[in-house]
């Protein structure tokens, strides 16, 4: 049986100036002190530091939504596959330029 962690956690909110200071500091109180920590640029939230061994609570690993068979899965990694094969355009542009005449 999994049990989710429901522990109430504080979570500290730095800005991504301070993160890359202190970076290894950061992932200590993380890993060792479980802590969570928000990154924001410009008071907008970036990214979220939290501890590797925590539960993945994702909706996505939920069970029991769709059956296995679902032609969900099979739209999803038709999507996926097709992802594999897109170049983005910036990419285009970057390769397109450094090409010799």
């Known amino acids: 049986m999994i049990k989710l962690r429901r522990k109430a956690m504080i979570e ?5 100036a301070k993160a890359k200071k202190h970076f290894s500091e950061l992932l200590g109180q993380v890993a060792f002190g479980k802590k969570h920590i928000l990154i ?10 939290v501890p590797a061994d ?3 609570t994702h909706l996505g690993n939920a069970k029991g939504w769709l059956e296995d068979d679902d ?9 996926v596959e097709d992802r ?7 990419l285009k542009e970057i390769f397109s330029d450094n090409v010799p005449a």
């Open 40 to 49: 924001t640029k410009r008071g907008k939230p970036m990214a979220r530091l």
């Open 12 to 16: 500290e909110t730095i800005n991504i």
């Open 54 to 56: 925590e539960i993945d």
């Open 84 to 90: 594999g094969k897109h170049s983005p355009r910036v």
């Open 71 to 79: 032609p969900f899965f099979d739209a999803i990694d038709e999507i």
